[in-house]
Structure formats: C-alpha cells, structure tokens
C-alpha cells in the first residue's frame, strides 16, 4: 500500500480511526474528515496527513471537502466512508427530524461522496463504505440506524449497477468495541435495550477488537487493486470468539 492515497470520511473515532493509522503504517497517505476537528488535527499531525472538518449531512461541506482533499493528494486510489449516527430510540419515540437525519448521514451522505469523488479517483481505486450486519434483523432501538443503513445498502447495489467499473466494497460490521458508536445515549434507554438485546440473543460473547476490524478492512484495499477482474461487494465482518485463558 505504498504511497496509496487515501480518504477516509469519519476518521475522528472508532472503526475510521482505526483505519487511518492501520493504513498509515503500510504507507499510505492519508486525507481524514470528520466532524470533530480537533481530535482530526492531533491525528493527522501523528499521521503526517490532512484533516479536514466534515458534517456529511450538509452536501456543500462535502463538496469543498472533497476537492480540497484531492488538491492535496493529487487523486484518490481508495475512498472509506465510516461515518454513521445512531439515534437510539424506542421506534415509536423516533420524531421526523431524527429519522431525516439519520438517512442525510448513514445514506444520502455516502452517496454523495461517491458521486463527489467521481472525477478525482485515480485509474484503479476502490471503495469501502461501511453498514451493518444487523440490516434485516433491527435490534430494539434502532430503528432510524437499521433502516437507514438498508436504504444505504439498495444505494450501493444501484451504484453497482450503474457503474459495474467502479469497484465499491459494502463492509457489514457486526459488534465491535471501542467505536463511541453508542456515546451519549441514556443510561435508562441503554440498560433496558441491553436487557431485550440479551433475550433475543443479539449480543456476542465478545466483540470485534477495532484494530482487528481496521486490519481486515485495509487489507481488502491492495486486493482490490491487484485483481481488477473481480470484487468482493459484500464483506461481512463478525466477532470471532476466542476463549478466555
């Protein structure tokens, strides 16, 4: 992954982060955008990388993003959009404002980078855009996450279909720690989701380790670019258990 030039969209925490060091330390170069631009400056300052604040919500921020990143870069060989909100609600507590916004992020935002990266990738890129292994099963509480994640999941199989040279790899990422994919829910709502994902048997023994999750994902990435006659669309990522010594 030498000099492989990178854009990694929700790189301030969790899976994204992840990734932007895993990929730094096989020699990419990495572009970040995120919301919270001061944990991206301290990153790309280790990173020797540029970071850019990003609200994937707002079609224009991601516009200029995008060419400013590319500017630097040059082009894109690999795009990686991490980026995700999830409301945390009962489905009948989801007001029309928290279900917009959660397909403005998890899908109409993922679109519109891949439409926006377009005319800077270079000859032979890819493209990660991470979803859910629980699309098709919601667990209790995420109902705005789950069904924004599916409506993200037909967005890339029409992208597949329209541009079938443009290699776009969806990752379904099951449990995984240390993502902040849960910050700032209620400690009520939260103990009683827990206790209703425990009876369905929605919850792992164990979670994903997020840099395992970061090294799987990079290393499809020079795959990808070394056989351009075929591309695994769909990658499922889940815990493995390992037992305890």
């Known amino acids: 992954m030498l000099g492989t030039r990178m854009l990694i969209v929700g790189a301030s925490s969790g899976v994204g982060r992840a990734?932007?060091?895993?990929?730094?330390?096989?020699?990419?170069?990495?572009?970040?955008?995120?919301?919270r631009i001061h944990l991206l400056?301290?990153?790309a300052r280790e990173l020797d990388g540029h970071a850019y604040e990003l609200d994937v919500s707002d079609p224009s921020a991601i516009e200029r993003t995008v060419t400013a990143a590319a500017q630097k870069l040059g082009a894109f060989d690999a795009v990686v959009y991490t980026t995700a909100?999830?409301?945390l609600a009962r489905v009948e507590d989801v007001d029309p404002a928290t279900w917009v916004h959660a397909?403005?992020?998890?899908a109409v935002g993922a679109s519109h980078v891949l439409?926006?990266?377009l005319p800077f990738l270079s000859p032979d890129p890819v493209v990660l855009v991470a979803s859910c292994q629980d699309v098709g099963d919601p667990?209790?509480?995420?109902?705005?996450?789950n069904t924004s994640k599916a409506a993200l999941d037909e967005m890339l199989r029409a992208w597949r279909g329209e541009h079938p040279d443009l290699?776009?790899?969806r990752?379904?990422?099951?449990?995984?720690a240390d993502t902040e994919i849960l910050r700032g829910a209620d400690p009520e709502l939260l103990d009683a989701l827990y206790r209703a994902w425990t009876e369905r048997g929605q919850l792992p023994a164990q979670m994903s380790d997020v840099a395992s999750v970061a090294d799987t994902l990079v290393s499809l990435i020079p795959v990808a670019r070394r056989n351009p006659t075929v591309i695994a669309e769909v990658v499922e990522l889940a815990p493995r258990y390992q037992p305890r010594n």
């Open 41 to 43: 400056d301290e990153l």
């Open 139 to 145: 667990r209790a509480g995420t109902a705005a996450y």
């Open 115 to 117: 439409r926006t990266v």
């Open 167 to 169: 290699p776009v790899i």
């Open 19 to 35: 990734l932007a060091i895993a990929a730094h330390e096989r020699g990419a170069r990495v572009a970040l955008a995120a919301r």
């Open 85 to 87: 909100v999830v409301p």
């Open 171 to 176: 990752v379904s990422l099951g449990p995984t």
């Open 103 to 106: 397909f403005r992020v998890n």
